[in-house]
């Protein structure tokens, strides 16, 4: 069942703390702060550590760095990390901050065999809320229940599957009357997990076909990461295993909010291919219907747009930033200019059709693409283009 996000918002709410002035606030040298003010740093280089609980599943954690002249209305950039399987970011976050003058939150969002989607998504969720709740304030330090008219402007950034979630909180929080994401910054994302199977380059997944097939693919990966990726990018092979170990059911991967292109169309296929090596959960028949049934339906269909934003929602398409490693070997290069094209798309076609045409069209402006040499992981330089053009953004 694809999670609603009015569902989403509604567990959310439970994950709100008792009072909008309480906080476990952990230091590096571990003390607890209880305050009704805004955390300012006066230190580019001083990483303030928030745990945050997220309903009964546990807690995640949040590195804040701050500019060295932070502002208590500041815009925010929100992080989200690689995700397994892509090599660890060699650049600090440090060099984010002071290059787009913006508070930096690290949201570390769990993903492992244990920690399955859609736990990474209620992580993002569930931070981002506690982010708009007690770090977003306005000059007058606004709190729960207040005006968020003059809050700070907030943006999210991250690549691979940090790429994707950016994308999905982009997309579901962009609101076009009240506080909400206006700029996202994205790399190399997996728009589109349904894809992998029939687009990697790469036929033979890694793949354990035992009960304990995650834990085996992430013990692989903890002993030698790099074995595990091309360039940096994950090949088509580990993220087959890795879809295998971190999607418990089919219909996961199917759900928007792990695969975001598919908010703006059909998935290609409505079933993945059965396999005696893949054990997928929803391949299992039911009484009615034998596996031969099933495979028989497995054909290509025929893409078809959605409408999004919904009309009336509310939702406006923020300023995004897509960009992609232009390399041979990059499996996710031709989801990334995919996912540029339908979001220019629905700016243009949708946006104008509900505006009756009074507003032009700039899907190509709102929605940028940048072409990187090789992987395009993003490297120190990388970092400090991409927060000159949040600072831009913010403008």
């Not at 495979?295 to 923020?318: F, I």
């Amino acid at each position: 069942m694809r999670p609603c996000r009015a569902a989403i918002r509604g567990a959310s709410e439970q994950l709100r703390l008792t009072s909008p002035s309480y906080w476990n606030f952990q230091r590096t040298r571990s003390w607890r702060l209880y305050s009704t003010t805004p955390l300012v740093s006066p230190q580019t280089d001083e990483v303030n550590n928030v745990d945050v609980r997220v309903g009964s599943s546990g807690r995640i954690s949040l590195n804040i760095y701050h500019p060295p002249r932070p502002s208590s209305d500041g815009p925010i950039i929100i992080y989200l990390p690689r995700g397994p399987l892509a090599s660890p970011e060699p650049y600090p976050l440090s060099s984010l901050s002071l290059s787009s003058g913006c508070t930096v939150v690290r949201l570390n969002y769990r993903l492992s065999a244990q920690y399955p989607f859609p736990t990474p998504i209620h992580d993002v969720l569930a931070g981002y809320d506690w982010i708009t709740k007690h770090l977003s304030r306005g000059p007058d330090g606004l709190g729960e229940g207040s005006d968020s008219s003059g809050l700070g402007k907030l943006g999210v950034c991250g690549e691979i599957i940090g790429g994707s979630l950016a994308s999905m909180l982009a997309l579901t929080e962009c609101h076009a009357t009240k506080q909400g994401i206006t700029a996202a910054g994205i790399g190399n994302p997996i728009a589109d997990w349904t894809l992998i199977t029939f687009e990697g380059q790469n036929t033979h997944p890694v793949h354990a076909s035992s009960a304990h097939g995650g834990d085996t693919i992430m013990k692989r990966l903890n002993a030698s990461p790099t074995s595990f990726t091309l360039d940096g990018i994950p090949t088509g092979e580990s993220l087959l295993s890795l879809r295998d170990s971190i999607f418990p059911k089919v219909e996961k991967y199917f759900d928007p909010f792990a695969s975001p292109s598919l908010f703006f169309r059909t998935p290609t296929f409505d079933l993945p291919p059965h396999s005696p090596t893949l054990p997928y959960e929803a391949s299992t028949p039911t009484s009615q219907e034998s596996e031969d049934d099933i495979s028989s339906t497995l054909v290509r269909n025929r893409r078809s747009h959605r409408k999004y934003p919904p009309p009336s929602s509310g939702l406006r398409l923020p300023n995004m930033r897509i960009e992609v490693g232009n390399g041979d070997g990059n499996v996710l290069k031709k989801q990334g200019l995919e996912f540029v094209e339908l979001m220019r798309r629905s700016v243009d076609l949708w946006e104008s059709e509900e505006w009756q045409g009074l507003r032009p069209k700039d899907g190509n402006n709102r929605i940028e693409l940048v072409r990187r040499n090789n992987s395009g992981l993003w490297q120190n330089k990388e970092m400090l283009e991409i927060g000159t053009w949040f600072a831009e953004a913010f403008r």
